[in-house]
């Protein structure tokens, strides 16, 4: 199960990628769509969006459906289906792919009492697409559901024009004339870029029903942080696509695009990772620091096999954790109090407190959230089944 990912680097979403000189989509006139938008509708009509993850591993597609009622929950939404040969998933004689609805959110774009169906994608047979990790996630909370799993997950992203230039970049291969020192948390046109659609994210995913917890400007210009948690179980990494899910059409309405990739800039440019903080009921209580450290022995056993599944590439994630830019090597396991230089961070006071929690920092920025929660409730309280 694990070892499928792999099978999905061809990186589509990579910045040189990109050929559209211009967006045409916050060309549109939005206020005409205003008009649009706010018509009612019968009431016992609801539009629901299903999202789902594709067969890149990171980029995210929908669809749109008509119900005759709000689906509350998981549930109460139908079962649907789509052409999976179109989207990297199935091969075009047996194409026939179905999603199974996951969590429901309000739809920010369009409102009440419309909704947001996150959605996991199934094969014919009924096994899980390559990409679909969400099984092996939600396995491991179940069966570690006493133990309390909590996540607080750091999504790190890059805001480009559409050429796949940084945002706010000078054109034609020129890197900002900023000191980085400024950037981070920073303010102030020269320092930071692409603030509105930062805004206007929080606001959306607020609105959606995520555990939304906050956001930074990060150290490379147009690079932005937002945090979903502190959230038990599932709900974080559900919460985290759908946050993506969002960021997408967000940034879609800019004529923005936002990529995930962990080295968007080359090697003297910072890098995006997605910092997985992590506790159970056991870390939290008095004495849990020595459960933390027993974990932590049980993570550097499980380094490399951890490493091949922390992003969308290997590779990618390499680059990123060159032991410059506040990362620890890709190859070498390390962990610190208060260590931005370590793969596992712990923080400052988490010795006099004996109890906390852990950062763990090695995951790139595009990858599967699934898969990250999973791998560490796996190795540090054991796989679902015993
Ligand atoms: P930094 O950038 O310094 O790492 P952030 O504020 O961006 O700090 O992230 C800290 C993260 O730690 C948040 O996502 C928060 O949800 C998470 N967190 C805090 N306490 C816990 C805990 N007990 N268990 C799991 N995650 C936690
Ligand atoms: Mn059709
Ligand atoms: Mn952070
Ligand atoms: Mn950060
Ligand atoms: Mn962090």
Not at 115 to 128: F, I, K, N, R, T
Not at 146 to 166: H, I, K, N, R, S
Not at 323 to 338: C, L, N, R, V
Request: aromatic share 10%; with cysteine.
């Amino acid at each position: 199960c694990l070892s499928l990912l792999q099978k999905h680097t061809k990186l589509i979403y990579i910045p040189k990628r990109y050929m559209l000189k211009e967006s045409i989509n916050h060309i549109l006139n939005k206020k005409v769509m205003d008009r649009y938008i706010r018509l009612p509708v019968p009431c016992n009509k609801v539009l629901a969006t299903y999202c789902w993850i594709d067969g890149s591993g990171i980029n995210m597609r929908c669809k749109d459906r008509i119900l005759n009622c709000t689906p509350h929950s998981a549930d109460a939404a139908p079962g649907w289906a789509f052409d999976g040969s179109s989207t990297g998933q199935a091969t075009t004689a047996n194409s026939d792919t179905s999603l199974k609805p996951c969590a429901v959110y309000k739809d920010p774009f369009r409102l009440e009492p419309h909704v947001l169906v996150l959605a996991e994608v199934y094969m014919g047979d009924g096994s899980p697409a390559a990409t679909n990790h969400r099984k092996f996630c939600n396995d491991l909370c179940e069966f570690h559901r006493a133990e309390e799993p909590w996540f607080g997950l750091e999504q790190e992203y890059t805001m480009l024009d559409v050429d796949g230039w940084g945002l706010g970049w000078p054109k034609g291969g020129g890197f900002p004339a900023v000191n980085y020192e400024f950037s981070y948390c920073g303010i102030g046109a020269k320092y930071i870029a692409g603030r509105d659609i930062c805004e206007a994210h929080t606001k959306c995913c607020l609105y959606a029903g995520c555990d939304f917890e906050g956001t930074n400007a990060e150290v490379m210009f147009a690079c932005w942080e937002w945090q979903i948690g502190t959230t038990i179980g599932i709900k974080a990494p559900d919460d985290m696509w759908m946050s993506r899910y969002i960021m997408s059409r967000v940034s879609e309405d800019y004529g923005v695009v936002v990529t995930y990739h962990p080295k968007p800039m080359g090697p003297k440019h910072p890098g995006v990772g997605m910092h997985h903080n992590f506790s159970t009921k056991r870390m939290r209580s008095d004495g849990g620091y020595k459960f933390i450290e027993e974990c932590i022995k049980r993570l550097e056993k499980n380094h490399m096999k951890h490493m091949k599944n922390y992003g969308n590439d290997e590779q990618t994630n390499r680059m990123r954790l060159s032991g410059k830019f506040e990362t620890a090597p890709f190859d070498k396991f390390s962990w610190g109090i208060a260590n931005r230089k370590s793969s596992i961070r712990l923080q400052r006071n988490i010795k006099e407190k004996g109890k906390g929690f852990m950062e763990d920092r090695r995951p790139a920025g595009d990858c599967d959230p699934y898969l990250v929660c999973g791998l560490l409730m796996d190795t540090c309280l054991g796989p679902a089944g015993g």
